[in-house]
């Protein structure tokens, strides 16, 4: 039996290590990648993925960790991803003395990974992919995906999600501005955190009137509705993840946007489309590492080197490497 087949083995009767070294061995995209995902990759398909990205501060963990106790709570065996949290992501105070280690299955419901956002082969969304196909496959029902929501790459990440919940908080003026228009318009949950602070209904207004600047939700939009034919218009909701108020609400949004996905056809485009990405990132990787094996780096790092001195387009350089 190869090493990893008996690391599937060991994780599959859920051995927190062996979970652990699995999900690095996808993270990383080690050599034995390929062995774990032929085995893991047809188990997969039922978990559900939710993103939850937003500024820096405004509760996101705190959020994750109600919701992760709530789903916990129904019976769920919950997930949480945190993509470069600015702290190890520990549950805080909510989840408590449940959680002292980094990473471990609590009575086989609840499993914890941060990772870094750096240094994945095809990126961290791509990382990201793979690390929620293991814990997909090894029966996993919810997995939540946080990350702080500022850049493409953020807006990457949570692409990966079935539904993806931006949080923002009450008194962030014009800074709500600052908030990426390509996030607001991935996202199918709006979410004012903080509410037990003043200025939530202004937050929630200046939300709706952001949307209603944006270009999704047609019709369904101007009379409040939160689906309308093949459209969905994001609702905004109100929470405080500190007094763990609104958790429910957001849950049934969840889920809500989770039926309608699923019924329009949504969730088969958006798991296309990441199949697209993933298989499209590999090919890619196996195409330049072909050429690279066939007439070795050195013929590779000379055609760059002839384009960065002007003798060589990029693109007659392309024709050459693949032709010679
Ligand atoms: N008043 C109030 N404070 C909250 C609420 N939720 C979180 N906080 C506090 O806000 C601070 C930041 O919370 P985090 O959950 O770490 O926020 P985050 O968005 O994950 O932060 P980053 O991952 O660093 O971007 C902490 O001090 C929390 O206790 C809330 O609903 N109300
Ligand atoms: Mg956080």
Request: aromatic residues 2%; proline residues 3%.
């Amino acid at each position: 039996m190869s090493s990893a087949s008996d690391l599937l083995e060991r994780a599959r009767s859920g051995n927190t290590r062996s979970i652990a070294r699995l999900l690095t061995i996808v993270e990383n995209d080690e050599p034995d990648a390929a062995e774990v995902m032929r085995e893991l990759y047809p188990l997969t398909g039922t978990a559900r993925v939710v993103g939850v990205t937003g500024p820096p501060g405004g509760g996101k963990s705190t959020l994750v960790s109600r919701l992760a106790g709530a789903y916990r709570d129904r019976g769920d065996r919950v997930a949480v991803v945190a993509i470069d949290p600015s702290s190890p992501f520990t549950g805080g105070a909510i989840l408590g003395d449940r959680i002292r280690m980094r990473e471990r299955f609590l009575d086989q419901g609840l499993f914890i990974r941060s990772m870094a956002s750096r240094g994945h082969s095809g990126g961290v969304a791509r990382a990201t992919m793979r690390v929620v196909h293991i814990l997909d496959a090894l029966g996993v029902g919810t997995v939540l995906v946080e990350t702080v929501g500022v850049g493409q790459e953020e807006v990457e990440v949570v692409r990966v999600a079935d539904t993806v919940c931006l949080v923002t908080v009450p008194g962030l003026g014009d800074d709500i501005q600052a908030i990426k228009a390509g996030v607001l318009e991935i996202a199918d949950v709006l979410v004012v955190n903080k509410a037990d602070r003043p200025g939530a209904d202004e937050a929630v207004r200046d939300l709706a009137m952001m949307q209603s600047l944006g270009t999704r939700g047609g019709s369904g939009r101007q009379r409040g509705l939160e689906r309308e034919g093949s459209q969905w218009r994001a609702p905004i909701l109100r929470t405080s993840a500190f007094e763990n108020t609104g958790i429910a609400e957001l849950m049934a949004a969840i889920a809500r946007h989770g039926e309608w996905a699923r019924e329009s056809g949504e969730q088969d485009r958006r798991r296309r489309d990441a199949a697209r990405a993933e298989v499209e990132t590999l090919l890619r990787e196996a195409l330049v590492k072909q050429v690279t094996d066939r007439i070795g780096p050195a013929a590779v790092d000379a055609a760059i080197a002839r384009v960065a001195a002007r003798e060589l387009d990029p693109y007659a350089a392309v024709e050459g490497l693949l032709g010679a």
